[in-house]
């Protein structure tokens, strides 16, 4: 018997398979695109491709395409999922998660591998790797480029936490003739900072952070945080998949 | 609501504007209301009116005008309806509940400025209340800087009379408040042309008492383990209580109380077993504002409380029936209204006690704590009900929002986890 999650997010979709000694046995992912309903059967067609009968049930969906899912048995919502993804990924029970998604980013308190807290933001797209996209859009490079950069810069502060303001602030910082370094470290430290401020409203005391999510395979994004947040904060190669891992845990 | 196109031409309001409202809520109330099962028969009588939302009352109104009778449109619950009816004055709630009314607000106020007070000059300026039309004087209070200033701009355009709520509770402000009612009760006397006698007001007490009353009696049955109704249609009551007569409001009230603790001995409940019991705390929800309630009630929760202006703050707590002078009314009175806990008053620890008293005595697995954009006192309160939530051990979910369904998503995916999360 396998165990299939499935975390369809606003940027990409993860699919996770575990076996039911919880050993994870595959992980994919694909750009979410334009159709959450075409991302969701392309994902059945490559499950069933590699031999796992979507069918036969035992699939859970998360993630704000989760009701897209046809053959999903049930919907459990990405907080639930990365609370439980990451204590697995990370073999804790008790830890403070960051997700940083890419329209939401979500801060949970994790005791016992349940939630027992959590914040998220609100509609506004400040701190998501939205923000980020759109700054890198402008910067004319990929995300995970001006992540890297942004370790190269320093001194330069992006004050407007809307991204439509900040945008025009970047672009005034290029029209200037500021170094893009300088820029990029400007991006993420607003991001950082956001994130953390959003984090410190719940309890962290002496649990290790951990960040899941596409932002986690940055490594600088990580060190920025554990800098601001004042804690050694820790990742994990298969953290973007924490929710999909979530998901299948959900429906054992 | 066709039928009442003449009475509103008469009364000056924007017609096609208007209409435009007239066509979304009956879909509104049809997705968010109909669609439940299983409620209650006496839930027949809220839903007539709502079909009928601005043309049955309203006639209403315009009838007893006709026959001399005042129309005091009113905001807030700390306006005593005692005083009015007891000159033989009409109160009436104002329509400040829909996103409909809103952008009429934003032509005159800051965009900071919280969505109910935005609806509600956005409804009279755009002139597509009906409530706001007919009603010959306006009663406001001073509970937030946003709407003392924007009684300001109303007063423009109609007759005004402010109240002047303390903000804090020592002695003397109990004793202000008396005099401010006093004060209230010759405005009434003056726009009536009747005298508000002893015993006119000790009669005038006892029907407010009475709907008090029969409102508690509907929320008593939500503390039921299994709920005989929905906290959509307990608060679609209690938002129409603001407008309807009192003494109807009382009756009908009783009856759907009698059908509940019957449904209650019967062991009919609307939730299957289990769904988890959420009481919401915080800003109030003025019809048609069921955003919060329906997202909740479909995510696998129940709403069994309101601790809000639209839920207990309006019906807890009893005047004094027994004192037989004007001023032993208004100290009663006073008492009374000076016994709700309003974030507008500093300190308030009373509505930390009120919140954990209502967790106990209708067993909530959670608390969501709704503020409303932009309003900062409660807003700011929140601090304290969430940290004395916690030190109770139990979970609560802060939430801001406003009219708009541009969050519902969103919001959708925190209260399931919410929800999740009470296991």
Redesign the interface.
């Known amino acids: 018997m396998y165990y299939i999650g499935i975390d369809i997010g606003s940027t990409s979709a993860k699919t996770a398979v575990l076996d039911e000694n919880k050993n994870i046995v595959e992980l994919f992912s694909q750009p979410t695109g334009w159709s959450s309903v075409d991302t969701a059967e392309s994902i059945g067609r490559t499950l069933r491709e590699k031999g796992y009968m979507v069918e036969d049930g035992g699939v859970v969906s998360t993630g704000y395409g989760r009701v897209a899912v046809p053959f999903s048995n049930k919907t459990v919502t990405e907080i639930t999922c990365h609370a439980k993804g990451a204590s697995l990924v990370f073999g804790m029970e008790d830890l403070m998660v960051i997700d940083i998604g890419g329209q939401d980013t979500k801060a949970i308190l994790v005791e016992g591998g349940l939630v027992r807290d959590f914040v998220m933001n609100d509609k506004c797209s400040a701190g998501t790797g939205r923000f980020l996209e759109v700054m890198a859009n402008t910067l004319a490079m990929r995300p995970d480029e001006l992540c890297t950069l942004a370790k190269h810069g320093g001194n330069t502060s992006i004050s407007s936490l809307c991204t439509v303001f900040a945008e025009s602030e970047v672009i005034s910082l290029i029209g200037r003739g500021e170094k893009k370094e300088n820029i990029a470290f400007g991006v993420v430290d607003s991001i950082v900072r956001k994130v953390a401020s959003q984090a410190r409203r719940l309890q962290i005391g002496d649990r290790q952070v951990v960040l899941t999510g596409g932002l986690c395979e940055c490594d600088y994004i990580c060190d920025a945080l554990s800098k601001e947040l004042n804690t050694r904060v820790i990742t994990h190669k298969k953290g973007r998949y924490a929710g999909a891992i979530g998901a299948a845990l959900s429906g054992m | 609501m066709s039928d009442y196109v003449k009475m509103w031409e008469d009364l000056g309001m924007d017609l096609e504007t208007h209409d435009a409202l007239c066509q979304v809520l009956p879909t509104a109330f049809g997705d968010v209301y109909l669609s439940q099962e299983n409620r209650p028969e006496g839930m027949g009588f809220w839903d007539f009116v709502v079909s009928e939302i601005h043309g049955i009352r309203p006639s209403e109104l315009i009838e007893a005008q006709k026959n001399g009778q005042k129309v005091f449109g009113t905001f807030c619950v700390y306006v005593p309806d005692e005083v009015v009816i007891a000159a033989n004055g009409i109160v009436t709630g104002l329509c400040g509940g829909s996103q409909f009314w809103v952008p009429g607000g934003e032509k005159v106020l800051p965009k900071n400025t919280c969505p109910l007070i935005k609806a509600s000059v956005g409804a009279r300026l755009d002139r597509t209340c009906p409530f706001f039309r007919i009603a010959d004087i306006y009663v406001g209070e001073n509970t937030c800087d946003g709407k003392k200033k924007a009684y300001e701009i109303l007063a423009e355009d109609v007759p005004m009379h402010i109240m002047d709520v303390p903000q804090m509770k020592r002695p003397e402000d109990y004793d202000r408040w008396a005099h401010e009612i006093e004060l209230f009760a010759g405005v009434v006397e003056e726009q009536t042309g009747n005298k508000v006698t002893p015993e006119k007001l000790a009669e005038a007490i006892k029907i407010v008492n009475n709907k008090r009353k029969a409102l508690k009696r509907v929320y008593d049955a939500r503390k039921a383990a299994k709920l005989p109704i929905s906290g959509k249609d307990a608060l679609l009551m209690m938002q129409i209580a603001f407008f309807d007569d009192p003494v109807r409001c009382a009756e009908m009230c009783n009856k759907l109380a009698d059908e509940l603790e019957q449904r209650i001995k019967d062991g009919v409940s609307v939730f299957p077993e289990g769904t988890k019991r959420i009481m919401v705390t915080g800003t109030p929800l003025a019809i048609p504002n069921w955003k919060l309630h329906h997202i909740i009630e479909t995510s696998g929760a129940a709403v069994v409380c309101e601790e809000m202006c639209t839920g207990t703050r309006y019906f807890e707590n009893l005047v004094d029936e027994t004192q037989t002078t004007l001023e032993g009314q208004y100290k009663a009175l006073a008492d009374r209204y000076m016994k709700n806990n309003c974030a507008c008053f500093t300190p308030n620890p009373g509505r930390i006690d009120d919140i954990l008293r209502l967790a106990k005595e209708y067993n909530v697995d959670g608390i969501i704590d709704v503020n409303l954009k932009f309003c900062s006192i409660y807003d700011t309160e929140g601090f304290f009900v969430e940290r004395a939530l916690?030190e109770a051990g139990i979970?609560v979910l802060g939430i801001?929002t406003d009219y708009t369904d541009?969050?519902a998503?969103?919001l959708k995916?925190?209260v399931?986890?919410f929800v999740?999360?009470l296991?």
């Open positions: 916690k979970p801001e541009s969050d998503e969103q995916t925190r399931e986890a999740e999360m296991g």
